[in-house]
Antibody
Framework: EAQLVESGGGLEQPGRSLRLSCAASGFTFDDYAMHWVRRVPGKGLEWVSGISWDSGNIVYADFVKGRFTVSRDNAKNSLYLQMNRLETTDTAFYYC???????????????WGQGTLVNVSP | HSALTQPPSVSAAPGQKVIISCSGTDSNVGHNYVSWYQQFPGAAPKVLIYDDNQRPSGIPDRFSGSKSGTSATLDIVGLQAADEADYYCGTWDSRLSVVVFGGGTRLTVL
């Protein structure tokens, strides 16, 4: 059974950095694109970023461009999100999600982690 | 604001039916498959419908999806108290090259 486990969230001040990790198991990691999706408490889901199976195609939401960097290590079955210049509006639960295909051009995520909370506060 | 438009809330009595709408544009709903997700408080989202109208194994046939043009709908019949959750539509936007979600619909079973 496919499983995703996020880590790396926590409390951080505006302007600082955090690195989220997502450990994958139960499926062939390098066959699939991976994405980050967040949910601000009290609000809806918001897509953050996606990366293709081979890291050849990477896409970001407009609100994170230049601040966040997504990457993956297929040898370690791991997905990462480097978050720099954090803003209070980045406070949210961050989920990693497995796409159902190798490329990023999909809105179908068939496996989600439980999420990790990022709290950006002065 | 969200790229896809959903009603903020819907409600109905147990056993009744609700329809949740998802309105988009030619470059997202009108051009790509729509997925629907269910999310309970404190839990991860789960896919209910994919490819506009397909159910993953284990999803009851009380849940169904359809699409016409730039609008998609999620129908839930035979409502149960356990269906109270937030529901989201999502798809790829070919013009913007991003994933887009609806703002979410809170289902209340009266």
């Amino acid at each position: 059974e496919a499983q995703l486990v996020e880590s790396g969230g926590g409390l951080e001040q505006p302007g600082r950095s955090l690195r989220l990790s997502c450990a994958a198991s139960g499926f062939t990691f390098d066959d699939y694109a991976m994405h980050w999706v967040r949910r601000v408490p009290g609000k809806g889901l918001e897509w953050v970023s996606g990366i293709s199976w081979d890291s050849g195609n990477i896409v970001y939401a407009d609100f994170v461009k230049g601040r966040f960097t997504v990457s993956r290590d297929n040898a370690k079955n791991s997905l990462y999100l480097q978050m720099n210049r954090l803003e209070t509006t980045d406070t949210a639960f961050y989920y990693c999600a497995k796409a159902e295909e190798a490329m990023v051009q999909t809105g179908l995520f068939d496996c989600w982690g439980q999420g990790t909370l990022v709290n950006v506060s002065p | 604001h969200s790229a896809l438009t959903q009603p903020p809330s819907v409600s109905a009595a147990p056993g009744q039916k609700v329809i949740i709408s998802c309105s988009g544009t030619d470059s997202n709903v009108g051009h790509n498959y729509v997925s629907w997700y269910q999310q309970f408080p404190g839990a991860a989202p789960k896919v209910l419908i994919y490819d506009d109208n397909q159910r993953p194994s284990g999803i009851p046939d009380r849940f169904s999806g359809s699409k016409s043009g730039t609008s998609a709908t999620l129908d839930i019949v035979g409502l149960q108290a356990a269906d109270e959750a937030d529901y989201y539509c999502g798809t790829w936007d070919s013009r913007l090259s991003v994933v887009v979600f609806g703002g979410g619909t809170r289902l209340t079973v009266l």
